[in-house]
């Protein structure tokens, strides 16, 4: 029942070339660092990567993309990472961008065994009639686009059918984790983190504090969903990035 493993690189050894990876995280916060240095350090590629986003600030997923590793996103936003929207629009990268609430459910229909659902985010646009460019050719056409989607009527609503998420690997970020696997996420960095840990096969999560045991009624993400866990160095859980920082001009008195 222990799943501590001794370091990053060991948790990710198994990750071959072509895996689907959920990461959690949403811009820089809680976002799993380290077991992706580690992915991008064992040199595999082709990846299919599910996330909100890819990375900014050249961290996180932003170092995978960057290196050429990532072949295919699954996620909600680009945002001001111009390497991200330069492979996208050159061809180098396929892109499906959906609904952020809907990628949500979707990676925890896919930790909770259901194969789809419906909903009305959607409804009436490219997401359910289909035509959004997955991947484009260098010279600006379409080379793929989205198909459409199976809608129904409920109640005198038009709902969308949205397939469930499963992936071969989750990466995720934890303030706290035992030898069981149970993880507790902090404030803001829960984020995707639960989510992505529910839809991967193997979930690793690397975490800032691995203690004896965690009071069952604090529990985040039950052991279950997590296969592997990482313990990271006190210097490595105090490096937390800012992705914007703002600032008020003082207050005259």
């Not at 997590?226 to 920082?245: D, P, Y």
Request: overall charge negative; some cysteine; hydrophobic content about 45%.
């Amino acid at each position: 029942m222990n799943k501590v493993v001794a370091s990053a690189a060991a948790a990710v050894s198994d990750v071959d070339d072509g895996a689907t990876i959920a990461v959690g995280g949403f811009g820089l916060s809680g976002v799993p660092k380290f077991l992706i240095n580690a992915v991008l350090d064992k040199g595999v590629g082709s990846l299919g990567i599910v996330s909100n986003n890819c990375g900014a600030m050249d961290q996180g997923l932003a170092v995978l993309l960057s290196a050429g590793r990532i072949a295919r996103v699954t996620g909600s936003y680009i945002g001001q990472n111009k390497e991200f929207a330069r492979q996208y629009l050159a061809g180098e990268l396929e892109v499906e961008l959906i609904p952020q609430g809907t990628l949500a459910e979707r990676l925890r229909a896919g930790g909770a065994g259901i194969p789809a659902f419906y909903t009305p985010a959607g409804v009436g646009t490219l997401v359910a009639d289909g035509g959004l460019p997955w991947r484009y050719h260098p010279d600006g056409t379409v080379a793929k686009a989205s198909p459409p989607k199976e809608v129904r009527e409920f109640d005198g609503r038009e709902y969308v059918l949205e397939q469930s998420i499963r992936t071969d690997f989750a990466l995720v970020r934890a303030a706290k984790a035992d030898r069981f696997g149970n993880l507790v996420f902090a404030k803001s960095s829960r984020n995707f983190n639960p989510l992505a840990a529910m839809a991967g096969r193997v979930t690793i999560a690397e975490a800032e504090q691995l203690v004896d045991a965690i009071d069952p009624d604090e529990v985040h993400l039950p052991g279950i969903f997590v296969q592997r866990v990482v313990e990271l160095t006190a210097e490595q859980a105090a490096e937390k990035s800012v992705e914007f920082r703002t600032v008020s001009d003082a207050l005259e008195s």
